[in-house]
């Protein structure tokens, strides 16, 4: 092979269209060999029907068929990553190897581990940021500090965007570059210890043009986004969480979309990008938020933390309906609508005062769309212990959000059947009414009582 050759290392990007770190290694080199890498430290702890492997696992069969068509193909190992990484730079005879940037702490650990035993044999990882729009140091403060407050940074990021931000990656025109190989195997879902799930039934769809073609489908009705984003029973969302994690869909072509459309509903839209740029700047400069409160005020509260409390919220069980119809959606569906998500944090940790990084775990384990930043900072908004959070004396009612959100109790009555025979107003306090239907559990907790607790345990802070 030419000496002028690198290898790119698919990680968060899983698509060939607009991919920066791709175009990079396509642009400088004359051959690119494209490796994806599963790394046992990563996939051991997960359970066998882990759904975001089986995801992960179709959009590698996707690209590989789609590598095979330019008579190239996609590398894979399964291997730790410094270990895999120096051994196919040796057998391809690379100088460089190009992946996109990833600001979670472990995955800088681990990136800084594949340099310097890329180095050690003479070749280089190459980061080049990809995953945001905008990256970590890209946009601070006048003194040159992160921003902590979203309000100013969101200000500061659209003052930043131009059309030329958004402007795709030409990735897509240089795959004549990649270097022609013959075919490697692709270790099936099995093979690498997990079950062949079905995702289709759940509505994921885990190729590149799904995500573009989820993207055009949200096009058509971004204008109704900001009346409609809150109500869980309604298509008012993208869904689009999944793609943007992963990366079978470019931010910069979902920013392209709300950028490019006039009107409250793709400024709503747009807002929520940031949000996500916003905590993902964060998780850079303050990696400690992973582990403990973004503030050190909150970190030694008291929390009782009720074992049987934290299974009866995570298994649907805690007599709110509105509660109960969210976590079980998650379970069922991998994926909860976002209010819901900062309804059922608020009632684990101000109702049923429960850790948040309890609640955070379980998120992470049955999210499609899981991302540390974004996990971490909405658990930490809901909880009142992260930067720019609700404040701690502002506790949601489930009953009075139910009542909002799901007036109907549509969207209760399509997780919680044993609650469809209810009345419109009895659906959101089953309780109050005559007699509670089929074995549905009476509530877990008085919320008025409960949140006094809380409002004293949240006073215990020094
Ligand atoms: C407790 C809690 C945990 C969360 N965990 C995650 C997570 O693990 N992964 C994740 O992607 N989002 C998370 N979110 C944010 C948000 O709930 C999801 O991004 C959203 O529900 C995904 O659905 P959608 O694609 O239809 O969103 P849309 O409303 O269509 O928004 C478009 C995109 O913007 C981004 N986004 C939207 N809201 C937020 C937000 N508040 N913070 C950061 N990014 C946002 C997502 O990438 C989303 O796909 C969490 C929120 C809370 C309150």
Redesign the pocket.
């Known amino acids: 092979m030419a000496s002028n050759s690198a290898i790119f290392w698919f990680r968060r990007d899983l698509r060939l269209t607009d991919n920066a770190a791709l175009f990079t290694a396509l642009n400088h080199h004359e051959r690119v060999v494209c490796v994806f890498i599963f790394d046992p430290t990563i996939l051991t702890p997960l359970p066998r029907d882990d759904r975001r492997v089986a995801f992960i696992w179709r959009s590698l069969s996707s690209l590989k068929r789609r590598l095979r068509a330019h008579g190239s193909d996609l590398v894979v190992a399964v291997d730790h990553p410094a270990a895999a990484i120096c051994r196919l730079a040796r057998t391809f005879g690379v100088s460089a190897v190009y992946a996109a940037e990833d600001y979670e702490p472990d995955a800088r650990t681990r990136d800084a581990a594949v340099d310097e035993a890329l180095s050690a044999q003479g070749s280089r990882l190459e980061l080049i940021q990809d995953h945001v729009l905008f990256a970590r140091d890209q946009l601070l403060t006048r003194t040159g500090r992160p921003y902590t407050v979203f309000t100013p940074y969101k200000r500061a990021w659209l003052a930043q965007l131009s059309p030329e931000a958004w402007q795709p990656w030409q990735s897509h025109a240089l795959l004549h570059k990649l270097c022609p190989l013959k075919e490697h195997p692709l270790p099936t879902l099995p093979e690498l210890g997990f079950a062949n799930t079905d995702l289709e039934p759940l509505g994921w769809f885990a190729e590149e043009d799904d995500a573009q073609h989820a993207l055009a489908v ?1 096009a058509t009705r971004i204008d109704q ?1 900001h009346q409609q ?1 809150d109500f869980p029973a309604l298509n008012g ?5 999944p793609h ?2 992963f990366g079978t869909l470019s931010i910069r072509a ?1 920013i392209a979309l709300a950028s490019e459309t006039s009107g409250p509903g793709a400024s709503a ?1 747009l807002n ?2 940031i ?2 740029e916003f ?1 993902q700047q964060l998780l850079w400069h303050f990696p400690h938020a992973a582990e403990t409160s973004f503030r050190s005020a909150y970190r030694q509260l008291p929390f009782p933390n009720r074992q049987d409390w934290f299974d009866a919220w995570r298994e649907g069980r805690t007599g709110y309906p509105l509660v109960d119809a969210a976590m079980r959606q998650l379970r069922q569906t991998g ?4 209010r819901l ?2 309804v059922t ?1 608020s009632f684990l940790v101000k109702d049923l005062l429960i850790d948040w990084r309890w ?1 955070e775990r379980h ?2 384990r049955w ?1 499609m ?3 540390l930043a ?2 971490n ?3 930490q ?2 909880a009142s212990t992260g930067c720019d959070a609700q404040p701690w004396f502002r506790i949601f009612n489930p009953v009075t959000q139910s009542k909002r959100f799901d007036p109907d109790g549509q969207f209760i009555r399509q997780f919680v059947p044993e609650l469809a025979p209810c009345s419109n107003k009895d659906i959101h306090a089953p309780w109050l009414s005559h007699r509670l239907p089929g074995h549905y559990p009476p509530p877990l907790v008085d919320h008025a009582r409960q949140r006094e607790e809380a409002l004293t345990l949240f006073q215990q802070r020094p």
């Open positions: 949200f986004y984003r969302t993208s869904r689009l969480s943007l994690r979902a839209w929520e990008l949000w996500r905590y994926w909860m609508h976002n998500r900062m944090a609640g998120f992470a999210l769309d899981f991302d974004a996990n900072g909405g658990w908004w809901a």
